[in-house]
């Protein structure tokens, strides 16, 4: 068993260290004999020497910090047991005070747990976030009774202002994943039901007072500090809409209008506050949105997207001021590892849909969407860039992800980590996360085929060399089918969607009919065939699922051209073609394909 002064980091800091013990000493009998224990003094000087805010946490509250050493899940769940029978009644003020003194004390416990290996990752980061939902619980059940109160709306039970609400908050993101950090913002979307007999016929303005005092309840800081910085900015274009969206709105958008990036946030959403039947509904009913069944090419090309945003953040080697969220090797490149093997997988295999991603790891290795090793390495260094990070939150209570910017600060930094070896094993650590991040997008093996047609006129020589190379020779109509199918000129391909579809193709297939005895005619046959189908999202989708259904089909195409009229005119025809490979899952190196250039 260690002893006191191996289990806690040293003071990085002596004076600060000793004027806490001196301070803490001074409250009482308890706290003095608490700072001349071994114990004790090892907790002091740890908190005292490296974190001013937790330093001043402690002095706040002695008898939390003394009784965090040795029961810290019994002093949160009581903590929270007494936060949640808060009266719904009470003033705003009090309310106020009530939460942020109750997060100070959490945050301290939670701290101390921490950072004397109490307790895993997962534990701490489950703590931090029930807080965060017991607070906001309790928040909203006071602002919900007290529009009652006003007569805004009527509640069915004003004793329990939550019970058949009409209103709930969805927690995303970190919140949403039971993954909160210490300085984490919280990111909620809110829903409210219009049809609710709660609310009056035009309630958008009472919705809008209440999402504002939400914001300030929980963000505004006073004497006693803040609870959590609210986000809410991921509900649909939130420069549009009100901040509390109306339920049928929201189902029109995400069913109609979704974005790849909003899958990712609410493949981690949960209703947690308000009306959670009415949250859960809700879910449900957008659940096709978030886990779609087929492998999602158009979505292929939103990661892409999400994936030069984070390259975007990657900064020069070394380890002065580097993200260790955003940065080359950071928190980012695992969790976008993990968000998007189970996007892509999760549609057809439900045991895939893990909003936690320590516990997606092992899942993606399991179902061999991911090497066992590199889970297990990933797995390990996620642990310790998520430690990293919590220290350098735990300092001043900043929402920073920044090593230090100088070195004494930083050699300073790693005396708070109690690891020696920091900053020799930390950049290894930061280059076999990126080592992963790149293999998992194939970054070396080189840029896909691009077939550019050019926009008018003669195309450009490079397409020229490339259709020549595949057998083509009528260079000039084919441009100009190739452009005429990225406008949206044909019927199956006016929506944006099919387009996508269709240009993450259009290498392939043309592979398979360059290979076919006139690739010429093969491809006039394929480009009747698309002309004449009425929609081609649903076609072009089964393709994306089954490459291999696109060299059939040119197969057919080049060698039997009175069926390939005949498949053009009678869609019967064509599924029955295509219809025994459908159930066929898309095989890995698909997609490993289609992320290698992004």
Same mark, same amino acid.
């Given at each position: 068993m260690k002893s006191p002064d191996t289990l806690w980091p040293p003071p990085a800091d002596a004076q600060a260290a000793a004027r806490l013990l001196t301070e803490f000493a001074a409250l009482g009998r308890a706290e003095s004999k608490f700072a001349r224990s071994a114990q004790g003094a090892a907790v002091l000087n740890a908190l005292g020497g490296n974190a001013p805010y937790l330093a001043d946490l402690a002095l706040a509250a002695p008898k939390i910090l003394m009784q965090a050493l040795d029961h810290p899940q019994a002093l949160i769940d009581s903590l929270l047991a007494r936060l949640g029978k808060i009266p719904p009644t009470i003033s705003r003020a009090e309310i106020s005070k009530k939460l942020r003194i109750a997060k100070r004390q959490a945050a301290l416990t939670i701290a101390v747990a921490d950072?004397?290996?109490?307790?895993?990752?997962?534990?701490?980061?489950?703590?931090?976030?029930?807080?965060?939902?017991?607070?906001?619980?309790?928040?909203?059940?006071?602002?919900?009774?007290?529009?009652?109160?006003?007569?805004?709306?009527?509640?069915?039970d004003p004793a329990e202002p939550d019970q058949k609400c009409g209103f709930v908050a969805l927690a995303l993101g970190k919140l949403g994943a039971f993954e909160l950090n210490y300085s984490s913002d919280i990111d909620l979307v809110l829903i409210y039901d219009p049809q609710s007999p709660v609310y009056p016929?035009?309630?958008?303005?009472?919705?809008?007072?209440?999402?504002? /005092?939400?914001?300030?309840?929980?963000?505004?800081?006073?004497?006693?500090?803040?609870?959590?910085?609210?986000?809410?900015?991921?509900?649909p274009d939130p420069a549009a809409t009100p901040p509390v969206i109306s339920l049928p709105a929201a189902l029109t958008y995400y069913e109609s209008h979704g974005r790849t990036w909003e899958r990712a946030a609410f493949s981690k959403a949960r209703p947690l506050a308000g009306d959670i039947a009415l949250g859960e509904m809700f879910l449900a009913a957008i659940r096709p949105f978030i886990w779609r069944r087929h492998l999602d090419f158009a979505a292929i090309a939103d990661i892409r997207g999400m994936k030069r945003q984070i390259d975007a953040h990657q900064t020069a080697s070394g380890l002065l001021d580097h993200d260790v969220k955003l940065g080359r090797g950071g928190i980012r490149e695992i969790e976008f590892i993990v968000?998007?093997?189970?996007?892509?997988?999760?549609?057809? /295999?439900?045991?895939? %849909?893990?909003?936690?991603?320590?516990?997606?790891?092992?899942?993606?290795?399991?179902?061999?969407?991911?090497?066992?090793?590199?889970?297990?390495?990933?797995?390990?260094?996620?642990?310790?860039?998520?430690?990293?990070?919590?220290?350098?939150?735990?300092?001043?209570?900043?929402?920073?992800?920044?090593?230090?910017?100088?070195?004494?600060?930083?050699?300073?930094?790693?005396?708070?980590?109690?690891?020696?070896g920091f900053l020799k094993s930390f950049p290894k650590l930061l280059n076999r996360v990126h080592r992963h991040f790149l293999a998992f997008f194939d970054a070396d093996?080189?840029?896909?085929?691009?077939? *550019?047609?050019?926009?008018?006129?003669?195309?450009?020589?490079?397409?020229?060399?490339?259709?020549?190379?595949?057998?083509?020779? *009528?260079?000039?109509?084919?441009?100009?089918?190739?452009?005429?199918?990225?406008?949206?000129?044909?019927?199956?391909? %006016?929506?944006?969607?099919?387009?996508?579809?269709? /240009?993450?193709?259009?290498?392939?297939? =043309?592979?398979?009919?360059?290979?076919?005895?006139?690739? *010429?005619?093969? &491809?006039?046959?394929?480009?009747? =065939?698309?002309?004449?189908? %009425?929609?081609?999202?649903?076609?072009?989708?089964?393709?994306?699922?089954?490459?291999?259904?696109?060299?059939?089909?040119?197969?057919?195409?080049?060698?039997?051209?009175?069926?390939?009229?005949?498949?053009?005119?009678?869609?019967?025809?064509?599924?029955?073609?295509?219809?025994?490979?459908?159930? &066929?899952?898309?095989? %890995?190196?698909?997609?490993?394909?289609?992320?290698?250039?992004?």
């Amino acid at each position: 068993m260690k002893s006191p002064d191996t289990l806690w980091p040293p003071p990085a800091d002596a004076q600060a260290a000793a004027r806490l013990l001196t301070e803490f000493a001074a409250l009482g009998r308890a706290e003095s004999k608490f700072a001349r224990s071994a114990q004790g003094a090892a907790v002091l000087n740890a908190l005292g020497g490296n974190a001013p805010y937790l330093a001043d946490l402690a002095l706040a509250a002695p008898k939390i910090l003394m009784q965090a050493l040795d029961h810290p899940q019994a002093l949160i769940d009581s903590l929270l047991a007494r936060l949640g029978k808060i009266p719904p009644t009470i003033s705003r003020a009090e309310i106020s005070k009530k939460l942020r003194i109750a997060k100070r004390q959490a945050a301290l416990t939670i701290a101390v747990a921490d950072i004397g290996s109490t307790w895993p990752l997962a534990q701490v980061t489950l703590a931090l976030s029930a807080l965060a939902e017991t607070c906001l619980k309790v928040a909203i059940r006071h602002l919900l009774r007290s529009l009652h109160d006003q007569a805004s709306i009527t509640l069915p039970d004003p004793a329990e202002p939550d019970q058949k609400c009409g209103f709930v908050a969805l927690a995303l993101g970190k919140l949403g994943a039971f993954e909160l950090n210490y300085s984490s913002d919280i990111d909620l979307v809110l829903i409210y039901d219009p049809q609710s007999p709660v609310y009056p016929p035009d309630a958008q303005a009472i919705m809008a007072r209440l999402a504002r /005092d939400l914001v300030s309840l929980f963000s505004t800081r006073d004497e006693h500090g803040y609870v959590f910085r609210v986000d809410l900015r991921l509900r649909p274009d939130p420069a549009a809409t009100p901040p509390v969206i109306s339920l049928p709105a929201a189902l029109t958008y995400y069913e109609s209008h979704g974005r790849t990036w909003e899958r990712a946030a609410f493949s981690k959403a949960r209703p947690l506050a308000g009306d959670i039947a009415l949250g859960e509904m809700f879910l449900a009913a957008i659940r096709p949105f978030i886990w779609r069944r087929h492998l999602d090419f158009a979505a292929i090309a939103d990661i892409r997207g999400m994936k030069r945003q984070i390259d975007a953040h990657q900064t020069a080697s070394g380890l002065l001021d580097h993200d260790v969220k955003l940065g080359r090797g950071g928190i980012r490149e695992i969790e976008f590892i993990v968000q998007t093997l189970s996007l892509v997988w999760g549609g057809e /295999d439900p045991a895939l %849909r893990i909003p936690q991603t320590l516990k997606a790891l092992p899942a993606l290795a399991r179902a061999r969407h991911l090497p066992e090793a590199a889970a297990r390495e990933l797995a390990a260094d996620y642990q310790t860039l998520r430690r990293v990070e919590h220290r350098l939150q735990m300092v001043a209570d900043r929402q920073t992800h920044s090593l230090p910017a100088n070195q004494e600060t930083l050699q300073q930094f790693a005396i708070f980590l109690n690891d020696p070896g920091f900053l020799k094993s930390f950049p290894k650590l930061l280059n076999r996360v990126h080592r992963h991040f790149l293999a998992f997008f194939d970054a070396d093996s080189g840029p896909a085929t691009v077939i *550019d047609p050019g926009e008018t006129g003669k195309p450009p020589l490079d397409f020229t060399i490339k259709l020549k190379a595949l057998g083509f020779s *009528d260079f000039q109509h084919m441009a100009e089918r190739l452009r005429a199918w990225s406008s949206g000129g044909i019927p199956a391909l %006016r929506s944006e969607r099919a387009r996508e579809l269709l /240009d993450s193709l259009v290498p392939h297939l =043309l592979e398979a009919l360059g290979r076919q005895k006139d690739p *010429d005619r093969a &491809f006039l046959h394929f480009d009747t =065939l698309i002309s004449r189908q %009425r929609a081609g999202v649903q076609l072009l989708s089964l393709f994306a699922r089954n490459p291999a259904l696109l060299d059939r089909l040119a197969a057919v195409l080049g060698a039997a051209p009175v069926l390939a009229e005949h498949l053009a005119q009678d869609a019967q025809a064509l599924e029955a073609l295509l219809s025994p490979a459908a159930r &066929f899952a898309a095989p %890995r190196p698909a997609l490993r394909r289609l992320l290698h250039e992004a």
